[in-house]
């Protein structure tokens, strides 16, 4: 975007401020709107090469037309509506924001769809067993949201679908209640990986660590656990409280693609049940790159070693790395751009940031033609507040045809981000 054309643009907002007196994008008051009037005042020669620029409005309201109460993820989907999952259930928008159908749910924390069109959520639900009510996590599997006409074609339980307490321990203990689902992933075949996280992490016990990334068939079959994937110890195949998992799935228009089970596996430096106020130490790697390896023996999962190695290619590589020490506070959630772009994206709710990268894991976007340097060119952004580049403990993220949403959990709000590589 040209500096003139920039100037033309934020004259026109500021007519419609000043003479409508509309408030979509914020009050004359606000910071919204101060660093709107902010970028206008933007010297030649100062605009970035690359940036990604706030679309408006942002969306505040939920699929019942009610106001969004904590909105904890997001995602488009491959039918090109907008699914959201807030403290009241699932929400569903059309891409301009408007309200299309709604589903209460309690606690709902995560969603996704298969390329069957099949939408997953990460929830709770209540049960009663043996004389008392037990509220355990679930996995709802939905077939027809696209159509309108939902129904529940299965649900995950922890801990009855877990395989490895199938045959020895399958009731509930009192620790159950303290687990929950985190994050559902789609792989090619439509089997998905599930992150799930939870007090009880004894490698010795009958139990598999609830610190884990579990693989069920689109049926919902639990066919294995990936006990690589250290629960505690921090290393560079490890799922210590793991938040968000996600895989290069692309449409279902595309037919053929390579059936890798690699994934992506954000970790919490937060065990459950941390105090308010506690500030754990920081993880080394809190986002990890997974890669999945046929073997005689079946699958081996192991470290992502071309994004490792892109690391210790230094400055003259990029200005940050994906494999940067301490690059994370609390990472909540991951987003892959399956246009081909093959960018990642993860927000940050202990930095209240967006950061991206590109599939090699240099941080940034491809520089645009004409730029300085031919170097991925750093785009990431935040900063607590609620501005119109700021977040406040965001949860969720998503991507879709160029546009990144960001479910800004503190704002009440689901951002939009449009990346602009129009310069001078």
Partial sequence: MTYRFRHILFLGLLAVFVW????????????TTDEIFEEGRTPPGLVNEAEYVPLFPFFSRGGDGAPLENPQDIYVGFDELIYVVDERGLHILDLAGRPANFLPLNDASSVIQDRRLHVYVTARRDTMLSGRLWNLPVVYRYSGLTTGTPVIEDIIWH???DDSRRFNRPDPIATDEQVDFTGVAVLPDNNIYVTRRGPVNDRGTIILPHNTVMEFTPEG???????????????????????DVITEVHPPQRSSFPNRRDFIVAQSPYPVGTEPGVVPDSLRFAVLSIIGVETPDGIEFRPDTPLLQASSA???AGDGFFYEEFKFGNPTDLAFAADGSNYIYVVDSDKDSLFVFTGS????VAAPPGARSTKPVVVSFGGTGDGATQFRD?????????????ADTGNNRISRFRLNTDFE
Avoid: W
């Avoid at 409508?20 to 910071?31: E, H, N, P, R, V």
């Avoid at 894991?361 to 940034?364: A, K, L, Q």
């Fill in 20 to 31: 409508s007196g509309c408030d979509a994008f914020g009050s004359k008051d606000d910071a």
């Fill in 159 to 161: 801990p009855f679908d």
């Fill in 221 to 243: 079959v639990n066919n294995q656990a990936i006990l690589v994937l250290h629960p505690t110890q921090p290393t560079l195949r490890s799922a210590v409280y793991p938040t």
């Fill in 314 to 316: 230094g400055s003259d």
């Fill in 361 to 364: 894991g240099i941080e940034g």
């Fill in 394 to 406: 965001p949860m969720g993220v998503t991507y879709f045809d160029e546009t990144v949403f960001v």
